[in-house]
């Protein structure tokens, strides 16, 4: 694990509350939904694949979504969302295992779970489709990667430069996803995601994470090979509660077939903040 020191203060807050919450009582064993599968689906339908996120707030947010998790969710597939990812972080993200339990059970694409993941004991919380690790925050990630399969999740491997792609790759990671936000000054910069996607193989799933806020940004990410694209604040919308995530959600999936007759408009979002 790569030292906090360079970590933005509510970064290092956020790894300190997971170091001290407890795993869960047996090893979980997932049936997972293919996220694959629902990426294809959402190509051949036209829309570009996204996995929009339920977030109810975040350290950097204007405000909190008190929406139940389930409506937002089933919103997001509405508008065209390939799969959903759900923070279970309860202190920071104000997100719980329980609302991801009760996503999954309610909508039929994949599901993600978003939190700071350290160890073993950390993924037999809730049963996911998808498990978040992140390369900066594991000790062994060849370990995790391998105990994650054995669980039936399919680990989605969090990059943020080059040499953390290496490690991924080494460790056998085939789903990454490249994080445009610097968690050390919490900045966000999609040429991030542009300067390591030419190093990552053609039999990787990639997904760009962080920073994509408007149809401009989803064009963007995919010309520079985006699989997919992670999205959080600019659905949720934490600025304005009774916002449209479905409306939200929809702009970004057919960002592609506006691109020629829809004017961009000025965001004020500055993208997803979860990692």
């Known amino acids: 694990m790569n030292s906090d020191t360079e970590l933005a203060p509510a970064v290092q807050s956020i790894l300190e509350a997971a170091r001290e919450r407890s795993g869960g009582e047996g090893v979980v064993d997932v049936d997972a939904r293919s996220l694959a599968d629902a990426l294809a689906a959402a190509e051949a339908d036209g829309r570009v694949p996204v996995i929009a996120e339920v977030k109810p707030t975040s350290p950097t947010a204007d405000g909190a979504r008190e929406d139940d998790p389930v409506e937002l969710a089933e919103a997001m597939v509405a508008g065209g969302a390939a799969a959903i990812s759900v923070l ?7 997100g719980s295992p329980e609302a991801l339990t009760r996503i999954r059970e309610a909508v039929d694409v994949p599901v993600l779970r978003k939190d700071f993941v350290l160890d073993e004991s950390g993924m037999d919380v809730v049963e996911a489709d998808l498990l978040l690790l992140i390369v900066r925050f594991v000790d062994d990630l060849e370990a995790l990667v391998t105990a994650a399969r054995e669980r039936g999740f399919q680990p989605l491997v969090e990059v943020h430069d080059r040499e953390e792609l290496e490690t ?3 460790a056998g990671a085939d789903i990454i996803g490249v994080n445009n936000r610097d968690l050390g000054r919490l900045e966000v910069d999609l040429e991030t995601f542009e300067s390591v996607a030419p190093e990552v193989p053609d039999d990787v799933t990639l997904i760009a ?13 995919r010309a520079a090979g985006a699989d997919a694209l992670l999205v959080g604040s600019a659905i949720m919308d934490h600025g304005a509660g009774d916002s449209d995530v479905t409306e939200n959600t929809r702009r970004l999936t057919r960002a592609d077939a506006t691109a020629s007759t829809e004017p961009e408009p000025t965001s004020e979002y500055d993208g997803d903040t979860q990692t």
Not at 88 to 94: D, L, Q, R
Not at 213 to 221: F, K
Request: hydrophobic residues 30%; proline residues 9%.
């Open 209 to 221: 994470e962080s920073g994509v806020s408007s149809p401009a940004d989803v064009r963007r990410m």
């Open 168 to 170: 991924a790759l080494e």
């Open 88 to 94: 279970t972080e309860p202190t920071h993200f104000g």
